[in-house]
């Protein structure tokens, strides 16, 4: 039971930080973040709109 309460949980955590991603930035394409010395990217490989 607890495992599948945390994994709903985890799954809907995902899926927010997506969705916040996608509305405030426009495209999942690319994604960088810095936070002090570290900085991630995350790319996937998007066709170009237009």
Do not use: D
């Not at 994994?7 to 996608?22: M, P």
């Amino acid at each position: 039971m607890a495992q599948k309460l945390f994994a709903l949980c985890l799954i809907v955590v995902c899926v927010t930080v997506i969705a916040v991603i996608w509305i405030t930035r426009g495209s999942l394409c690319e994604l960088h973040v810095k936070q002090g010395g570290t900085e991630v990217v995350a790319s996937l490989a998007c066709n170009a709109a237009g």
